[in-house]
């Protein structure tokens, strides 16, 4: 059984009714946290990695349609948007036009359906804190369920640790705060444990795509299906060009050991090895976190390792209560999906545009999502109309959290598209129809300051 921490985190889990699969699969991460295991990939261990565009390649549309008939949808949608300040399942957030990430993930889905008749399911991989806010909202689409494949699976949960013993930690001020998912990476053990696997390959399916419900540029297009299909590879990830906003993120790579590829995190990184990780010539692609998996091929593995597909560990440390510093700090064990691609003999990348990857991780990105840069087709798939995106960064004092943004953006977002910078220090509210053009900046003053209506910004 291991230490008695480890026995400590066994037992809670047990009784809150954890699946065995996902209770093995923490204490194979718990074993190695004990051990000094942190994750790290050292610069010298790996050298760059180049791919094919998915730009380059044919796909026959005969291919291509066949490809996403044996397609199932996962999306990642555990995520409650707690840095925006939300307590509820991030996809909730509207978008445009009075519609949520989550409505307009159900109409891209339905249109594609239509559109080569097929399945295409969706599944929702829910956390414990997502599920029941989710379900709620998907009601209305009676058409979007298939009788024979449930439209959620819920992650797993596990007891964070205090950061001094790694033992579990009590709050009880709030229970609820004791537990954390563990990463998307547990989207694995998940489907195997939940018997959702099992389902897929009983049903016909081939091949799953899976990536984040806050991504709306991750449809699950039918040439990108048959390119994977096509390919006869067991796992893939799309990727794109990294830019100097992505500087601090994670990357691919190859591991000079073995010849595979890695997908080297920020957390993964040693400080001494952060200007090759900012080293945009070096490390060129990062991962969109879309992904494509066969089915066979990952119940094989899984079964082999007995639900551990042995991810790279990342040791996340917090404070029990993530909104107050002063709580306990703890370990949140965590691993990411895209590491899988190191598991796979023949797993491969390709590079795809920006047009797949539009996440929203801080108002700056949803200010962009909600202004004019994109237009939502009748097939709802994200449209760029803007030449280039713009930089956005606002003021984190008032805008950070979706409360204080709505607030000082009343009447909906300013037009961006003729936008190529757009700086707000300070408190500002933007009335109807402004218009930002060129780089702006606008000053923090000495009182709240408002933005007229119909006011052009720039020249």
């Not at 996902?22 to 760059?48: K, N």
């Not at 400080?271 to 070096?282: C, G, K």
Request: some cysteine.
């Amino acid at each position: 059984m291991g230490s008695p921490g480890l026995h400590a985190a066994r037992t809670k889990m047990v009784d809150a009714g954890v699946d065995d699969t996902a209770i093995e699969v923490f204490s194979h991460y718990y074993r190695l946290l004990e051990h000094g295991e942190t994750g790290m990939i050292a610069e010298d261990t790996i050298e760059p990695l180049d791919m094919p565009a998915l730009a380059d390649v044919e796909v026959a549309d005969d291919v291509a349609a066949e490809a996403l008939s044996k397609t199932a949808v996962i999306k990642l949608n555990g995520g409650l948007g707690t840095s925006m300040g939300m307590d509820r399942a991030k996809s909730l957030l509207c978008v445009r036009r009075g519609l949520s990430f989550l409505d307009i993930i159900a109409r891209q889905i339905l249109h594609l359906r239509s559109q080569y008749d097929a399945k295409l399911p969706l599944l929702l991989m829910n956390s414990f804190r997502t599920s029941s806010d989710t379900m709620a909202a998907l009601e209305r689409y009676d058409d979007l369920p298939l009788s024979e494949l449930p439209l959620e699976f819920v992650q797993s949960k596990e007891p964070k640790l205090r950061a001094s013993d790694l033992t579990p930690v009590d709050f009880a001020e709030d229970p609820d705060l004791e537990w954390c998912p563990p990463g998307h990476g547990d989207i694995y053990p998940a489907l195997l444990g939940s018997g959702l696997l099992d389902e897929l390959l009983d049903a016909g399916y081939r091949y799953v795509f899976v990536s984040n419900s806050d991504n709306l540029g991750a449809v699950p297009d039918p040439r990108v299906a048959g390119w994977f299909a096509e390919s006869g590879a067991p796992f893939a990830i799309e990727a794109v060009r990294r830019t100097a906003s992505d500087k601090k993120g994670g990357h691919f790579a190859r591991r000079k050991s073995d010849g595979r590829i890695v997908l080297r995190e920020s957390a993964q990184t040693r400080d001494e090895d952060q200007s090759a990780l900012a080293d945009l010539d070096r490390h060129r692609y990062m991962s969109t976190n879309n992904l494509w998996f066969d089915l066979a091929a990952m119940k094989k593995t899984l079964t082999e390792r007995e639900g551990v597909l042995g991810l790279p560990l990342i040791r996340n440390v917090k404070t029990v209560d993530p909104a107050d510093s002063s709580t306990e700090k703890v370990v949140q064990i965590e691993t990411a999906m895209g590491a899988a691609i190191e598991v796979f003999d023949g797993a491969v990348t390709i590079e795809v545009g920006r047009d797949r990857f539009i996440p929203v991780k801080t108002t700056n990105d949803l200010l962009v999502l909600r202004s004019d840069i994109y237009a939502i087709g009748q097939d709802f798939v994200l449209d760029q109309v803007a030449t280039d995106v713009p930089f956005v960064d606002l003021d984190g004092s008032f805008y950070k959290l979706v409360g204080d943004f709505d607030r000082r953006f009343p009447e909906g977002a300013p037009s961006l598209k003729d936008a190529e910078t757009f700086r707000v220090r300070g408190d500002w509210t933007f009335k109807k129809d402004v218009k930002v053009v060129g780089a702006v900046e606008l000053e923090e003053g000495t009182s709240a300051q408002r933005v007229e209506p119909g006011t052009v910004l720039g020249s």
